[in-house]
């Protein structure tokens, strides 16, 4: 995710860190490539220079009272006021507390990643035992109304019966009748979207807000088409009074501009972001954890949050105590691959951990498929406990019975081993958080 802002980033800070004395002029120095970075990462020209000039202030001000370790405190600073640019520390959740149903309307152009948002949404309600109904209001798009129709039935989610021959805004009175006759508690409503903003469509969407009565009206923006998105949040805004954004496609190569400035530019926080196609790909947004991501200290807690959701509660408690215990090993890394699996695709929970990123990328190709975990499996399970419990003792004849016995090579064993190696250096930085910090990410 943001890779180039994300590298650039990184490579300014080393250089700030590597320096003994710090002055006036290489944090200047250092500013004015942030803001390079910032700029080529397609972040609106306005919100950059605000941007620095905080931070410059800040800075000038910390080197007057403090001198320890400057450099850190730099990345602090442009850590703590990125933050603060996409709206960190304020409540961004949904308003739902209202008398149900409660209606949530989508709003964006077309190919934004509206219909998938609303089938993303309505899983991640009913997860939290709330129960939605999806309505498909998009008359225009000769298979929007389908497409929602399938997404409803992936997800066991009723999906209100429109038909492309009737008014959207009918549709909409319609549904919303329907949900509250049928016990629904929330309406998901998808609307039209054009290729740019149009005054008919804004007319549509107006009445259908009328009809509707949303809580949430939600912009969903590409973040690839970076400060082109940043834009027509605006307009939509000024024409509907938008109350969120939700942004999608952050697991493609986006370069941030959008993330970065759509909050600054509209006002309206980031409530959600899409990292992928498949339906369970949408998480609550957390400006601290994507700065985190973008300055590469990794997403722990993310991770952590997610581990929680989808590892069965045992094995999850067994591997807390192992991690306190420091004795992660081959056994608790054949569970955790298993565990993984569960969690999705391993590249995007890689890029979560510190470091892992920029290893994943070095390891390119090198993610385990669904048959090479099978292989990892057998190369495991062909080990005697001894081995497993101290992968030390496994020297080269050993590796050679155990080749054999999984029907690999030793080379696979050997590679199987480094990668053990490596997830072994991962637990130990989850163990830098302390059993505390962990423990609590984890529900404990
Ligand atoms: P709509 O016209 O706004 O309703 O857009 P769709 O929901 O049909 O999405 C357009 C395309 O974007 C589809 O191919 C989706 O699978 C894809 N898409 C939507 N959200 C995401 C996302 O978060 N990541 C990725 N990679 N693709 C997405």
Known sequence: MFDTLSDKLESVFKKLRGQGVMTEDNVKEALREVRLALLEADVNFKVVKDFIERVREKAVGTLVLQSLSPGQQVVKIVHDELVALMGGGEDNSLDLAAKPPVSIMMVGLQGAGKTTSCGKLAKLLKSQRRKPLLVPADIYRPAAIEQLKILGRQLSIEVFDSQADQKPVDICSKALKYAQLSGFDTVIFDTAGRHQIDDYLMDELVQIREAAEPREILFVADAMTGQEAVNVAAGFDERLGITGVVL?????????????????????????????????????????????????????????????????????????????????????????????????????????????????????????????????????????????????????????????????????????????????????????????????????
């Open 248 to 444: 999608t496609k952050l697991d493609g190569d986006a370069k941030g501009g959008a993330a970065l400035s759509i909050k600054a530019v509209t006002g309206k926080p980031v409530k959600f972001v899409g990292l992928g196609e498949k339906l369970d790909a949408l998480e609550v947004f957390h400006a601290d954890r994507l700065v985190s991501r973008i300055l590469g200290m990794g997403d722990v807690l993310t991770l952590i949050e997610k581990a929680q959701s989808t590892f069965d509660t045992k094995e999850a408690e067994r591997l807390q105590k192992k991690l306190k215990k420091s004795n992660f090993d081959l056994d608790d890394f054949k569970a955790q691959l298993q565990q993984l699996k569960k969690m999705g695709s391993l590249e995007s929970i890689m890029g979560m951990i510190p470091g892992m990123g920029k290893m994943m990328k070095q390891m390119q190709g090198a993610q385990p498929s669904e048959k090479e975990l099978k292989r990892i499996e057998a190369i495991i399970d062909s080990m005697t406990r001894q081995e497993r419990a101290n992968h030390q003792m496994i020297n080269g004849s050993r590796r050679l019975r155990i080749a054999k016995g999984s029907g690999t090579s030793v080379q696979e064993v050997n590679q199987l081993l480094k990668r053990f190696t490596e997830a072994q250096k991962v637990v130990k930085q989850l163990q830098k958080l302390g059993p505390k910090g962990l423990m609590k990410g984890m529900g404990k």
